[in-house]
């Protein structure tokens, strides 16, 4: 459902920028502008314009693809000659920008629908220990990481066929694991064992983190890091909360014209799960105020208990319009989103 719901947006985004009278005008058949779209790909999303489930979020999407349109910091009323479409596929490289549509061959585009995700990526790159660890939680937490994995082994009765150290875990064991553990709640013992985890990690992360962000440019660079700020200009069309999202991302460049970098606090969270805290502070030479922005990370398993070895999820937590170096498109404004 998330991956259609993802192709729905994106799909709808695009076709929205390109002058159709109304919505069913659009659908009649493939724009020759719309690129990389193969004929099953556009029947589906014919398809899933009008099903229930998705109606809403074709309008708000199309919608978003108008005012982009009409923008002046997007299109100026002119219908663009080529939309690309990324898809599925991803882009070589880490920490590309957040690119769903390029249009015209200049105009870069994300679409983000109902996420406050910005970035995925391993612990071992986001936390600056400039080696590739294998798995974070063994290596900032190791005993607790030990031991639950001892209580879940031997739950499971899988002791004679994984091995006793979890750092010795291979893809085969872990497959092992995922199905054991899956549909299954976590005992008493284990829920205890995990909570002692989650508070190991957070901590023993935060100090690693911290202890790689020793200079003032590195705490900034890492703030713009997390914020998806590069060394290209990009727009978010989207959604929050019910909101509509159109911004366009600056530069670095254009990000130390109007704000002065503070400082960048780093803090374990008390979530269910392994989490930091960060914020960020900045100067607003406009307002000649300090702005915070407020985000955190999740560092958990990815596709499920032990499946994996854990992953970074960088969260936003201030609403997108009231980040530094996020510009509401002109003539646009957050509004409320009408149907």
């Not at 607790?144 to 994995?149: G, I, K, R, V």
């Not at 300090?290 to 032990?306: L, M, Q």
């Not at 499946?307 to 509401?328: M, R």
Request: charged share 25%.
């Amino acid at each position: 459902m998330a991956s259609r719901r993802t192709e729905v947006t994106e799909l709808a985004t695009a076709v929205g920028m390109l002058g159709f009278p109304s919505p069913m005008q659009a659908l009649e058949r493939k724009p020759k502008a719309l690129t990389e779209v193969d004929a099953v790909t556009w029947q589906r999303f014919v398809e899933s314009a009008d099903q229930p489930q998705f109606r809403i979020d074709f309008a708000g999407a199309y919608r978003n693809g108008q005012v982009f349109m009409a923008a002046q910091d997007g299109l100026r009323g002119r219908p663009p000659l080529i939309i690309e479409w990324k898809g599925s596929h991803r882009s070589p490289g880490q920490d590309q920008l957040p690119v769903d549509l390029r249009v015209d061959h200049v105009y870069l585009v994300s679409c983000k629908y109902a996420s406050k995700i910005l970035l995925n990526a391993s612990a071992s790159s986001l936390f600056g220990t400039n080696t590739d660890i294998r798995d974070w939680y063994d290596h900032v937490a190791p005993k607790e990481h030990q031991a639950l994995y001892d209580i879940v082994r031997k739950e499971l009765g899988l002791k004679e066929f994984l091995p006793p150290f979890v750092g010795d875990l291979a893809r085969h064991h872990r497959d092992e694991l995922k199905t054991g553990l899956a549909n299954r709640d976590w005992s008493q013992e284990c829920s205890d064992a995990y909570s002692q985890l989650v508070g190991a990690v957070g901590r023993g992360t935060s100090e690693v983190w911290r202890q790689s962000l020793r200079s003032k440019r590195q705490k900034e660079a890492m703030l713009w890091r997390m914020l998806r700020i590069g060394s290209a200009p990009y727009f978010v069309l989207g959604s929050s909360r019910s909101r509509s999202i159109r911004l366009r991302v600056t530069t670095p460049w254009d990000w130390r014209r109007r704000f002065e970098f503070r400082d960048m606090e780093i803090w374990a969270g008390d979530a269910g799960q392994p989490t930091v805290n960060w914020r960020g502070t900045v100067k607003d030479h406009l307002s000649s105020t300090d702005v915070a922005v407020d985000g955190h990370i999740e560092i958990r398993w990815s596709h499920g208990r032990f499946a994996q070895p854990p992953e970074a999820k960088v969260y936003l937590d201030t609403p997108h319009g009231d980040v530094p170096g996020y510009v509401h498109l002109t003539g646009t404004t957050s509004e409320q989103l009408t149907l």
